[in-house]
């Protein structure tokens, strides 16, 4: 499992880096759009309810720069909740061109709230993206699963992809 994290983080890197190359390029007329319109699912394949959904963002796009805001408060309010095949809609404050991360909790079947990355032996994907890059708005899908071996509820997969999928 572990080369495929690294895989997806190296080609999630060598994305960015070529993605920021149209992005940061603004004819002198065009206004650089500060919001980005997200659509967040939780994959059908999903065996958890999200709970919680936390996000910072991290600078350009073709930076590793340390965060550049803490992380945000749960932008599920009021008991709301992500269930397998639902998802929200909401807008960040993100530049075009810069990428924000996010973290997850989820209800573990019991009623009781795990935070995904704050679980002993954690070995799932983390740098979650959601990328402001090509178009205002944004697909960004995960399944979140147990994972045998390290004995965690985990990031088994994710996407993030421009434009909004119906």
């Known amino acids: 499992m572990n080369y495929l994290k690294y895989f997806a983080f190296a080609l999630l890197a060598a994305v960015m880096v070529l993605g ?13 759009k500060d919001t980005l319109y997200v659509k967040f699912i939780n994959d059908p394949e999903s065996q958890y309810t999200i709970t919680t959904l936390q996000i910072r963002n991290r600078g350009p ?11 945000s408060e749960n932008i ?11 998802h929200i809609y909401f807008t960040l404050d993100l530049p075009s061109g810069h990428w924000a991360e996010y973290r997850l909790g989820v209800d573990n079947g019991s009623g009781v ?24 708005n944004r697909t960004v899908t995960v399944t979140i699963t147990y994972d045998n071996y390290s004995q965690t509820i985990t990031v088994s997969g994710w996407s993030d992809m421009a434009g909004i999928e119906e």
Not at 61 to 71: K, N, Y
Not at 113 to 136: K, R
């Open 20 to 32: 920021s190359f149209s992005c940061d390029k603004n004819d002198e007329n065009e206004i650089k």
């Open 61 to 71: 796009v073709d930076s590793q720069l340390q965060p550049t805001e803490p992380w």
């Open 76 to 86: 599920l309010k009021n008991g709301q909740r992500i269930a397998p095949g639902q």
């Open 113 to 136: 709230e795990v935070m995904l990355y704050d679980q002993p032996n954690y070995d799932g994907f983390t740098n979650l993206p959601i990328t402001h890059w090509a178009t205002d």
